[in-house]
């Protein structure tokens, strides 16, 4: 039996209904199959989506003009990703590596991406009609993307989407005359490639060829663009068939509308090695449209159904399932689980299996780094534990002292080095062992030492960093580091704090291993280490942090990095009187209503760089629900609550963005705080894997569901500020699924 729509709605009503309503309303039937109500308690609302479905996690519709600085959403399958142009139908940086197609060809005065299936209406770019033309409507789903126009009295609606297993793209465009009177049209559309295939390592952007061979197909309403230094082809064309061609590359289709009447066109991209394969797979498409349209609604659907159930077919692990009247509790919960969703590759091109990108939408669609992993690394352990192990094997084979990331084409790691590397391998590797109990998994040979012993000599090496001698590492540059603070270079506390609860989660291990001895002189280590973090790097009085240089001077930089690091990784080292002045240092300069600043607006390197992930404009979307995780430590846990649940509304933009601005620099989006665009100065991608550290803050801050090494799963629990009848259910920890709420953590 084919289900048409697994949500239960109409292709047409998805986009138009208000996805608030649907929530408020209790529309998804079989979450409230899954749940007893009656066992939450007296109350006449509803509990909200358990697992989420497919509208339940769209974004509000989001309108924008041309002129805005936005970021246009991205959709993906599991093997690749494309974004949307700030149009109704464009699309670019369509990557499957090793494929690419609209990347930045390397020329002289390069346009940087290209687009392709932009629509001429009678001769003239969309676009270049007067508003309301230039405004887009947007709503992503984990399955697609609706853009809505209206320009010069028709209406156009797009729904696009990336069927899935294959290198395609496809897209439904609905042309509507709303009129009293008839029209013929013509619409034009713009079809670019530049395709090719780099087998190679892949690293910032999609690559490009600017001369592809391009060859007309009219018969089959499609035009060939073939790699000349490759082997690569792309394959574009319509249906209905374009009535011509055009200027070599534009695709012209005739048409007559009445009254009310609508047109219904169907686009699509194949890419392939070779010309053959790629018309095949576009025939196929275009001739079962609808039919992959649907099942790429089932499939997602399912995914999203396999993601919270224990045993199921397409993750290693899964997420608990979150049972919860609260509407803030449910978005912070599930828009972080859409930046995981998002971020899956499961790509037969991935030379270490399934696995997870760092950033998507348009930049590095093939990296992995460590860094943004560690941030989430909790619900990757839970979601799919093989995947991360996976990582933090590559990690430990590869030189990660000098590169930041590695790439599923080659396999191997790329770029510059990131000071952070060390903490955030032993992170990953603490969070697998924690939920997954794989302790002798510590005793494979990892190339040509045990997996303990890679972990020991990570939590070390900062030793040979210590370039002067005074007990600290020295962290290089600004390239190393934050990369857009000038000031926070070389002995730098939030880095060195890491090393301190390093140290002490290998002691941890080698207690266990027998070790006792050395188990001991780490603990020791890690203690002294500290206390020079406090003593030389802590500024007195002011709750912030400096960074020492190589001649002896300090820099005072107001960063959150300092601030939710050492809470994070020292907090038992800090004194009462430290804890309450980077509290007040939070509250008094970084806090925004809606979101944060990374740097305070009184540091004095503020105007240095205004990249919002680390500036004093916004930031990352890991550094607030870290910073909160710290905040509950130290503050009521009520005041925090009010802050987090606004946190909240950013989701309501699609998936985490890799920054967000504070309110004061952007006002809100649909009760959010904006989502960076990717243009210049901010170049800042659409979603990034480090928005999953939301789940992870609903686990174990708000649950406050601890999952220690050895001793169980300890409980401080928070979530009576959302709900008090708020639960998770097949919570896994070691080989247990667990329930937890307020009243403690029992097994299923």
Same mark, same amino acid.
């Given at each position: ?221 499609? %035009? *060939? @663009?073939?790699?000349?230094? =490759? ?6 064309? +319509? &249906? ?126 093939? %990296? *992995? @780094?460590?860094?943004?992993? =560690? ?6 352990? +839970? &979601? ?365």
């Amino acid at each position: 039996m084919t289900i048409r729509n697994p949500t239960g709605f109409s292709r047409r009503s998805l986009t138009a209904f208000n996805r608030r309503s649907f929530l408020k309303a209790g529309a998804a039937t079989t979450a409230l199959q899954m749940i007893d109500q009656s066992k939450l308690g007296a109350s006449n609302k509803s509990v909200l989506p358990c697992p989420p479905t497919l509208s339940s996690l769209a974004s509000d519709p989001i309108t924008h003009l041309f002129r805005d600085l936005y970021s246009a959403p991205a959709t993906q399958n599991e093997w690749g990703y494309l974004k949307a142009t700030k149009s109704v139908s464009g699309m670019t940086a369509i990557s499957f590596p090793p494929y690419a197609c609209c990347g930045v060809p390397q020329t002289a005065f390069s346009p940087g991406y290209l687009a392709t299936c932009e629509i001429f209406l009678n001769g003239r770019m969309l676009m270049g009609y007067p508003p309301p033309a230039t405004q887009v409507t947007y709503t992503w789903y984990p399955h697609r993307i609706v853009r809505e126009t209206l320009a010069d009295g028709l209406e156009f609606t797009t729904h696009t989407f990336m069927p899935s297993r294959l290198r395609a793209a496809a897209q439904s465009i609905v042309v509507r005359n709303p009129g009293s009177g008839s029209r013929t049209i013509t619409l034009g559309f713009d079809l670019r490639a530049g395709v090719t295939k780099k087998t190679d390592a892949w690293f910032v952007n999609s690559p490009a060829e600017i001369d592809n061979r391009i060859t007309a197909m009219l018969s089959r309403g499609c %035009l *060939s @663009f073939e790699s000349q230094h =490759s082997r690569a082809v792309s394959v574009q064309g +319509l &249906l209905p068939k374009p009535n011509r061609v055009e200027d070599l590359r534009m695709l012209a289709l005739d048409f007559s509308l009445g009254p009310g009447e609508s047109r219904e066109v169907h686009y699509v991209n194949a890419i392939a090695e070779d010309t053959a394969a790629a018309l095949a797979s576009y025939d196929h498409l275009q001739a079962n449209f609808a039919a992959i349209q649907d099942q790429n609604e089932e499939v997602v659907a399912g995914l999203l159904r396999s993601a919270f159930t224990p045993g199921n077919s397409e993750f290693s692990g899964h997420l608990p399932q979150l049972i919860t009247q609260d509407e803030s509790l449910w978005k912070l919960y599930h828009a972080g689980f859409t930046n995981l969703l998002f971020a899956r590759r499961s790509s037969p091109d991935s030379v270490y299996g399934n696995t997870y990108l760092t950033l998507g939408g348009r930049v590095l669609p093939s %990296l *992995s @780094f460590p860094w943004d992993t =560690s941030l989430t690394s909790l619900s990757l352990a +839970l &979601l799919d534990p093989d995947a991360l192990r996976r990582l933090i094997e590559l990690w430990l084979l590869e030189d990660m002292h000098a590169h930041l990331a590695t790439d599923y084409v080659s396999g191997h790691a790329i770029g510059p080095w990131y000071a952070v590397n060390d903490m955030a391998i032993l992170r990953c590797a603490e969070n697998y062992l924690r939920v997954t109990g794989d302790f002798a998994w510590l005793q494979k040979p990892i190339g040509e030492k045990k997996c303990l012993e890679h972990l020991t000599a990570h939590a070390l090496y900062w030793k040979t960093l210590d370039k002067q001698g005074r007990g600290l590492a020295d962290y290089g540059q600004m390239d190393n580091l934050l990369e857009v603070i000038s000031t926070y270079v070389h002995e730098v506390a939030g880095m060195n704090a890491g090393n301190v609860s390093s140290m002490r989660f290998v002691a941890a291990l080698l207690d266990r291993a027998g070790d006792s001895m050395r188990a001991g002189q780490l603990r020791s280590e890690a203690r002294d280490l500290a206390n020079r973090i406090n003593q030389l790097l802590y500024v007195p009085g002011k709750g912030y942090w400096k960074a020492r240089q190589p001649d002896g001077s300090f820099n005072e930089v107001r960063h959150c990095y300092d601030l939710l690091a050492v809470l994070d990784n020292m907090f038992e080292d800090l004194s009462d009187r430290q804890k309450k002045e980077m509290s007040h240092f939070f509250w008094s300069e970084l806090h925004g209503a809606a979101w944060m600043q990374s740097l305070s607006s009184s540091d004095v390197d503020a105007t240095w760089n205004i990249r919002p992930d680390h500036s004093s404009i916004g930031a990352y979307p890991a550094w607030p629900p870290m910073t909160a995780k710290g905040l509950y430590k130290i503050d009521p846990s009520k005041n925090v609550t009010s802050w987090v649940k606004q946190l909240a509304r950013a989701g309501n933009q699609g998936p985490f963005g890799q920054a967000h601005f504070i309110e004061t620099i952007f006002p809100r989006e649909k009760g959010g705080a904006y989502k960076s665009p990717d243009d210049a100065p901010y170049l800042n991608d659409w979603s990034c894997l480090s928005g999953g550290s939301f789940v992870d803050l609903v686990i174990n801050s708000i649950f406050g569901a601890d999952l220690t090494l050895y001793d169980g799963i300890k409980l401080t629990s928070r979530v009576t500020d959302f709900d008090a009848g708020a639960k998770l259910t097949n919570l896994n920890y070691q080989g247990q699924n667990h329930t937890v709420s307020r009243e403690g953590a029992h097994r299923v």
